[in-house]
């Protein structure tokens, strides 16, 4: 069982958007997938149309409930849901100094799964903590503009930090490009920049900007359900072949 | 002297590059304007080439600066800064009961500006509740997408919430359209909604999608003065016109 999260703590750089569609393009290909929402947006479960649950990741991280029991059943992926009660978890976990490993530790029991996708909330909070510290790996998306590399190298620093601290060896897997528009010539410098200052793998695989993918969460559905064949579907397709070479 | 905080939890949302450039824009005419930086990501004063201060808005939340004593100066404006030191105030602050009005009282010697413009980070959190108590009011940015309706119910709710515990009445000034595509029909889709759903106001301004705007901080500016004849330079100029007439 593999668990990765996908973090990035700037904002609206398609963190949720990846953890659906790669979840979903493995499970259409016959892999057990679960999704974690870590965000008390809640993004994630609302856009695979998961409103009305009564318990969510906020009573798993608060020790009422076991993950098992919060799971609901969307394209063929188990997923564990998020809302606003999150906030108040945050609150709480974030005020104990050994609260840390509160998901890995739930994270235990569950072994049937091929992978685990972990979202997670941009900041870089007791919640983006505890997903470092229950993941193999790391995945991070960029937006591939200038502020998105200030981000970058907090990110680093962070995962460093934690390393350090926790004695832990958690890598980046890759940094996968998205919302990406060829035209703009940004893009090469900023890969250049990454390539020049970091020794971190960017994937070949990147998702271009496509309407269709904003589109699908009013469907509460990933946008490889609702739309199969545009331009983020075949995009999401081809990472997830990509994520299963490294992976296997 | 009018208090603004630009709010929207959802990340990436052009809280940031609206904060500066309405700033911006307002100082051009021979406003006062002071900008401050409540993120720990610290985007605004990057993105305005401040990389090296001493002190920051972190020290006048934990009460050791005076706000006087922290600004900086660009583009005719006073900017107060922030780095990753916010993340341990967002600890600190969060956790004790009575600390949602710092901000508030940090702020209560500065008279002689014509505007503060408040950055806010992507979550709902003490920081950003800071920023609410101190504000007059406040403006959503939003890109006209589904996952952004999602997150204008959040802070509805919030503001209301807050409102009422801390027997306030902080106004949504308006909701500004952000990074607006306009071939994209879901914008108009998104629009109504809004109407339908919501007793708010849209801004009649809205920012189009221009690649100059996310240029701009790599050169340290904002895009009024890198790039002053862009349609985003334009479009913020126009709204900095329609947010006098409303503050006047
Ligand atoms: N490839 C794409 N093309 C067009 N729009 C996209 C694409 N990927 C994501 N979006 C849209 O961009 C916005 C931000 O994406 P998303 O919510 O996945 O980012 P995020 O990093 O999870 O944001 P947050 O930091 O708020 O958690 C959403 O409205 C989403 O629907
Ligand atoms: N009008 C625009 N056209 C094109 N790109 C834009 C525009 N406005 C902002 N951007 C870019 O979009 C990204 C997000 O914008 P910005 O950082 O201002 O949002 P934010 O809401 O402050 O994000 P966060 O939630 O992380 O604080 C940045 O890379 C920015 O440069
Ligand atoms: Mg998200
Ligand atoms: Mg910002």
């Given at each position: 069982?593999?668990?990765?999260a996908i973090?990035n703590q700037k904002?609206g750089t398609g963190?949720?958007t990846?953890?659906?569609?790669l979840?979903?393009?493995?499970?259409?290909i016959?892999?057990?997938v679960?999704?974690?929402?870590?965000?008390?947006?809640g993004n994630l479960s609302y856009?695979?149309?998961?409103?009305d649950f009564?318990?969510?990741?906020?009573?798993?991280?608060?020790?009422?409930?076991?993950l098992?029991e919060?799971?609901?059943?969307?394209?063929?992926m188990?997923i564990?849901p998020?809302d606003?009660h999150?906030?108040?978890?945050?609150?709480?976990?974030g005020?104990a100094?050994d609260?840390a490993?509160?998901?890995?530790?739930?994270l235990k029991?569950?072994?049937d799964?091929d992978f685990?996708?972990i979202?997670c909330?941009?900041?870089l909070?007791i919640l983006t903590?505890n997903?470092?510290l229950a993941s193999?790996?790391v995945?991070i998306?960029?937006q591939?503009?200038?502020l998105?590399?200030?981000?970058l190298?907090?990110?680093?620093?962070?995962?460093?930090?934690v390393?350090?601290?926790?004695?832990?060896?958690?890598?980046v897997?890759g940094?996968l490009p998205v919302?990406?528009?060829k035209?703009?010539?940004l893009?090469?410098e900023?890969?250049?920049?990454?390539?020049?200052?970091y020794?971190l793998k960017?994937?070949?695989?990147?998702?271009?900007?496509n309407?269709?993918?904003?589109?699908?969460?009013?469907?509460?559905?990933?946008?490889i359900?609702?739309?199969p064949n545009?331009?983020s579907?075949?995009?999401?397709?081809?990472?997830a072949?990509?994520?299963?070479?490294?992976?296997?």
């Open positions: 069982m593999t668990t990765v973090i904002g963190k949720t990846t953890t659906i569609n979840g979903s393009a493995l499970a259409k016959d892999k057990k679960l999704l974690l929402d870590m965000d008390p947006q856009s695979l149309g998961m409103n009564d318990y969510s990741m906020a009573d798993v991280l608060l020790g009422e409930k076991k098992m919060i799971l609901g059943e969307r394209e063929g188990s564990a998020s606003i999150m906030a108040d978890v945050e609150l709480s976990l005020s100094d609260q490993e509160v998901l890995l530790n739930a029991p569950l072994t799964y685990v996708l979202d909330p941009p900041s909070s903590l997903a470092l193999d790996n995945i998306t960029m591939m503009e200038v998105s590399l200030q981000g190298d907090m990110i680093m620093q962070t995962i460093q930090k390393n350090k601290v926790f004695k832990k060896n958690i890598k897997q940094i919302m990406v528009d035209r703009r010539k893009i090469h900023v890969r250049e920049y990454i390539d020049e200052n020794d960017i994937f070949d695989s990147f998702i271009r900007n309407v269709k993918a904003s589109e699908a969460p009013s469907f509460g559905q990933s946008v359900a609702y739309q545009s331009n579907a075949k995009d999401y397709k081809g990472f072949n990509e994520f299963l070479k490294l992976n296997s």
